[in-house]
């Protein structure tokens, strides 16, 4: 079993900035991949940011330069760095990990964390 739990969203005002974080956590042999989604109300689930292969990260054109995502891989955990916040970014955040398990990767989804903006 893997256990993908998601801290850090709440409420903030425009121009703001959040920290969210997701902690790997169970049959965790070897994480390949991590990365945020998100869904708004009405909207179709999206990427948000997720690490590439071979490193560096992906990011949605609507967050690049006010996102950052990071990962301490002795932790199991990512983080995903939010400033600049601004209404339109309110939705429920997802974690993402694709994770080696039984010389197979799976994809693992975390329970998804609230972030709204707004004054």
């Known amino acids: 079993q893997v256990q993908l739990v998601e801290s850090g969203g709440g409420l903030v005002q425009p121009g703001g900035s959040l920290r969210l974080s997701c902690a790997a956590s169970g049959s965790v042999a070897s994480i390949y991949r991590m990365g945020w989604y998100r869904q708004a109300p009405g909207k179709q689930r999206e990427l948000v940011a997720v690490?590439?292969?071979?490193?560096?990260?992906n990011y949605a054109a609507s967050v690049t330069g006010r996102f950052a995502i990071s990962r301490d891989s002795a932790k199991n955990t990512v983080y995903l760095q939010m400033h600049s916040l601004k209404p339109e970014d309110t939705a429920v955040y997802y974690c993402?990990?694709?994770?080696?398990?039984?010389?197979?990767?799976?994809?693992?989804w975390g329970q998804g964390t609230q972030v709204t903006v707004s004054s």
């Open positions: 690490e590439a292969s071979g490193g560096g990260s």
């Open positions: 993402y990990a694709m994770i080696w398990r039984s010389l197979a990767l799976h994809d693992y």
